[in-house]
């Protein structure tokens, strides 16, 4: 099993330009999420997606979208990049609520916006 | 909104000390506490986590205990070892779903 993967690993990307953060798992988990890590701020929740076909917003879901495209992939869209948007972005999947919640974390794609 | 406070920001120990970190959460409905330990260039792995019916859950030279009450949870780490050096997350359920907040992190570093 390679877990959850994530590409790119990096990415830098002038201001406007957009691009788009992809995710797979391969754990048959049905909640996946999208988080940002910037120094001193921990993990904020961008996105979730309870299962296929469904996403919420999280804690700073502005100028972001997603797309949980089938059971295994979610992926993140920055539809016109800003210097703010400049982080370490980590998707993760769990079994979904209920009985067990531990996340599991892909390796993160480092993104700079110049 | 749901709010977690980690403390402290950084923390140095001797090998062989033991570490404590504090978190507050503010949602009295979160019902699951995990941690997680995130080395240099690294993800996010989870180390230990406890559920609102337990008071405190030990794993070897890992524990953490829980107070529902106070809204207060902390991680401790005995004997710790250059290797435990790291930041290290708590985090709180938002609710009873499987979304989580976390809190801003400690830098644990373990001298020799």
């Known amino acids: 099993n390679a877990g959850v993967t994530q590409t790119p690993k990096f990415q830098v990307l002038k201001t406007g330009q957009s691009m788009t953060l992809q995710c797979a798992q391969d754990m048959n988990h049905n909640s996946m999420y999208w988080y940002r890590q910037d120094p001193g701020m921990g993990l904020r929740l961008i996105y979730y997606?309870?299962?296929?076909?469904?996403?919420d917003k999280g804690e700073v879901p502005n100028g972001y979208n997603v797309s949980r495209l089938n059971k295994r992939e979610f992926s993140l869209r920055l539809e016109s990049a800003a210097p703010s948007q400049t982080s370490v972005y980590f998707c993760?999947?769990?079994?979904?609520?209920?009985?067990?919640?531990?996340?599991?974390f892909g390796p993160g794609t480092r993104l700079t916006v110049t | 909104g749901e709010n977690v406070e980690q403390h402290p920001s950084t923390l140095s120990v001797q090998e062989g000390d033991s570490a404590v970190i504090k978190c507050t959460y503010s949602?009295?409905?979160?019902?699951?506490f995990p941690w997680y330990k995130q080395e240099l260039g690294k993800r996010p792995q989870l180390i230990i986590d406890i559920r609102s019916n337990v008071g405190e859950k030990k794993d070897q030279r890992i524990a953490v205990t829980l107070n529902k009450t106070a809204k207060h949870f902390s991680l401790h780490i005995t004997e710790t070892q250059p290797e435990d050096s790291a930041v290290y997350f708590c985090a709180a359920s938002i609710g009873n779903t499987d979304k989580l907040i976390f809190g801003t992190g400690t830098r644990l570093q373990v001298f020799p």
């Open positions: 997606s309870a299962s296929e076909g469904t996403t």
């Open positions: 993760a999947s769990s079994e979904g609520a209920g009985t067990y919640y531990e996340q599991y």
């Open positions: 949602d009295s409905a979160s019902n699951y």
